[in-house]
């Protein structure tokens, strides 16, 4: 797969995009009001009923020494969603109540989170980390979740 070319066609052709900075993020992130309108992620989003595509698009990036990451969410009607690695390096997060694992994301290789579990994507590199992924266009995110691990750089 020409991933390069995966990623021009997204930012190029899309449906919708959403920016999220760092006066969006004020609930995860304590930072400096000068920082405010830093962007931290972008979601490029097709739509191939019943199927939607993104491309997320996460900076490299600290804020108090923790990585950026997505906003993360859970699927409200128990809708699985599928994970590819397309450039850069990240984690990807999930967790259940106490269940929890962490995945070094790898190019080439897709990721399953399952229904009912919450999930969110971290850049811990200098570069920027993009993830394409695949859910059904039906989904009903959920963003009101604590996630129980915080990841920072050492």
Known sequence: MNYSKTVKDFENNYDRKKTRRLKDMS????????DENKIVYEVFTKNHSPF????????PGTVNKEYYMTSGHVH?????????????????FIQKGTKTKTINLKKGKLE??????????INNNKKKLKVLT??????NSN????????????
Do not use: Q, S, W
């Not at 399953?112 to 994507?121: G, T």
């Not at 695949?134 to 989904?139: K, L, Q």
């Not at 963003?143 to 050492?154: A, S």
């Open 27 to 34: 609930r995860y992130y304590k930072f400096d009001k000068k």
């Open 52 to 59: 939607n595509l993104d491309l997320t698009v996460i900076n």
């Open 76 to 92: 409200g009607n128990k809708i699985p969603e599928f994970y590819t690695l397309l450039d850069g390096e990240g984690i990807l």
């Open 112 to 121: 399953y989170v399952p229904e009912d579990y919450a999930h969110r994507l």
């Open 134 to 139: 695949v859910y059904h266009e039906n989904v």
């Open 143 to 154: 963003y009101n979740v604590k996630f129980k691990k915080r990841f920072f750089k050492r």
